[in-house]
Nanobody
Framework: QVQLVESGGGLVQAGGSLRLSCAAS????????MGWFRQAPGHEREFVAG???????YYADSVKGRFTISRDNANDMVYLQMNDLKPEDTAVYYC???????????????WGQGTQVTVSS
């Protein structure tokens, strides 16, 4: 029943920007933590950004000051604005939901299929 669908990935040059979107369906998620992970070739999946139901946001140190997470609870949407992209940001980005409400998404229950982000130098 629950589905998460990401969109907005693509190919950009270093210094460019992308905005990722995640649409949730099947149930409401306004009281859950929502956010983003990424997995680059040869690397483990890592936490990127999260948003908890109280409005607190969390970011990996590698993206602080460049990425911004936001959500639209009325439409069960979460976004990731990515600015000043670097080649090391290249990865598949996954939307995730943690029903415990953790903005750090310590134990995600649901995952999207992922969207590819490629940053060229």
């Amino acid at each position: 029943q629950v589905q998460l669908v990401e969109s907005g990935g693509g190919l950009v040059q270093a210094g460019g920007s992308l905005r990722l979107s995640c649409a949730a369906s099947g149930r409401t998620f306004s009281w859950h933590g929502m956010g983003w992970f990424r997995q680059a070739p040869g690397h483990e999946r890592e936490f990127v950004a999260g948003h908890n139901p109280s409005g607190n946001t969390y970011y990996a140190d590698s993206v602080k000051g460049r990425f911004t997470i936001s959500r639209d609870n009325a439409n069960d949407m979460v976004y990731l604005q990515m600015n000043d992209l670097k080649p090391e940001d290249t990865a598949v980005y996954y939307c995730a939901v943690d029903t415990s409400g953790s903005g750090r998404l310590r134990n995600p229950d649901y995952w999207g299929q992922g969207t590819q982000v490629t940053v060229s130098s």
